[in-house]
């Protein structure tokens, strides 16, 4: 069985939906994870802000007002008044259950409850449409069986033995619906995989059930190899290596989430990256082969804060860098990028929320240098140390970009900059240019 999952955009409005209701229909049996309506998750999380700050009327407002939203989809999306009927008595269901959690008093239980209702209401607009087209499709609640544990991580063995029950109680339908993103935590309670979570659902579901394939479908023919928001000519990767696709992922390929690629590495389940616009466009395929000697694709991710620490006196003796990560250990601060010499070391982070605790702790070992608004540059492939000259080649093109950092070694697939944010076009076009021109 294929997983197939659909991003918000590919389901963002009737058209859409029954767009993708087509490409799901006939052939063989599949599994079908879909996110929310675009813009949906959005709306509920200002729901949850508003009631956040006690206020009832603005929640009320917006809640009005995507209800009205979602019963225009319903006339628009069904032709038969039966299933008119049927999917307007769901939308208002699920609406008057959100004005009733509203009117309960605030809890971060309340707000998941809220936040999880974009994916029930898509699968089930979805699930009633390919009924209307007579389809065999048969609809699972995620919250049955996508479970995190007390550490939220995805209970993996539990996931796949429910699953594997339930897919046996429910046998011999062609099409099987379920909603990404939504989970029970250790409490029971509904809960979530983090924002963009449902390439995660979709990988879990797909190593559960040991798929032939992991099909992730959004509005782009695939991962390309530079940021086409920067440069011109970006070309989809053919096929990437699941190591290859996981730097890109984490660095700033926004087309799949960066948690997607370990189930389904671990499982060895290739993960294709499909455009639901183009469906005949070939796409990337992540495996685990690796293509000799090629250099894929670069990445930028910005919002990066640098950290220098620099103590003649203790640095690089034996105890002093494990000071140093209990910090950002403490102050649960994860670090991208990390480089050392005999009077300092140099970190990277992507969230700075503890940055003055963190800044604070560090003073007692030397003096500190922080520096926002950077960017990691993330050049990805096959660079073994034995291949001579690729890291000279890629330094070269960054000659005329002010770099702070330069990360190589780590992995056998990357070399990493940190550049300023306002030099991230510059060097982005500069590699482009050197790499893959020609
Ligand atoms: N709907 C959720 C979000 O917007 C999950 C997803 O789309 O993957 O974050
Ligand atoms: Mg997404």
Redesign the pocket.
């Known amino acids: 069985m294929k997983v197939m999952k659909f991003?918000?955009t590919s389901v963002g409005n009737p058209q859409r939906i029954q767009h993708v209701a087509k490409l799901i229909s006939g052939g063989d049996a599949k599994f079908v994870v879909l996110?929310?309506m675009s813009g949906t998750?959005?709306t509920l999380i200002e729901i949850c802000d508003y009631l956040a700050r006690d206020n009832r009327l603005g929640a009320g407002n917006i809640i009005s007002r995507l209800e009205q939203t979602y019963n225009e989809h319903v006339s628009h999306l069904y032709s038969k008044a039966e299933y008119k009927a049927k999917a307007g008595q769901f939308i208002s269901e699920t609406f008057n259950n959100l004005r009733k959690l509203s009117q309960m008093a605030y809890t971060i239980s309340i707000r998941r409850e809220i936040v999880s209702q974009?994916?029930i209401l898509s699968t089930h607009l979805m699930t009633y449409y390919l009924e209307e087209c007579d389809e065999s499709v048969c609809l699972l609640s995620a919250l049955d069986f996508m479970k995190i544990g007390a550490d939220r991580e995805p209970d993996e063995l539990f996931i796949s033995e429910k699953l594997r029950e339930i897919l046996k109680a429910h046998a011999g339908y062609n099409i099987y619906i379920t909603q990404?993103?939504i989970c029970r935590n250790v409490d029971g309670e509904t809960d979530n995989l983090q924002?963009?979570?449902?390439?995660y659902t979709a990988s879990l579901i797909g190593a559960a059930i040991g798929a032939e394939e992991i099909q992730i479908w959004t509005d782009i023919d695939g991962m390309h190899n530079n940021d086409p928001r920067y440069v011109e000519n970006t070309k989809p990767v053919k096929q990437l290596n699941f190591d290859e696709a996981a730097e890109l992922a984490y660095f700033g390929a926004k087309i799949l989430?960066p948690t997607c690629i370990l189930p389904a590495k671990f499982a060895s389940i290739p993960v294709r990256l499909l455009n639901t616009l183009d469906p005949e466009a070939e796409g990337t395929i992540i495996n685990n082969d690796m293509e000799q000697g090629k250099i894929k694709a670069i990445a930028a991710k910005d919002g990066i804060t640098a950290i220098r620490i620099c103590s003649s006196r203790m640095l690089l003796a034996s105890g002093f860098l494990s000071k140093v990560f209990d910090i950002f250990e403490h102050f649960k601060t994860s670090i991208d990028m990390i480089t050392t010499s005999e009077v300092g070391v140099s970190m990277s982070i992507d969230n700075p929320e503890h940055i003055n605790e963190i800044t604070h702790e560090l003073r007692k070992y030397g003096t500190v240098d922080i520096t926002n608004n950077m960017c990691i540059i993330c050049v990805v492939g096959d660079l073994r140390w034995g291949n001579v000259g690729y890291e000279s080649l890629i330094t070269d093109a960054m000659s005329e970009v002010p770099v702070r950092m330069i990360s190589y070694g780590g992995s056998p697939h990357n070399i990493s900059f940190l550049v300023k944010q306002e030099d991230k076009e510059k060097a982005l076009k500069a590699l482009s240019k050197k790499l893959f021109d020609n």
């Open positions: 991003g918000g996110s929310a998750t959005n974009g994916e990404g993103f924002r963009g979570g449902s390439d989430h």
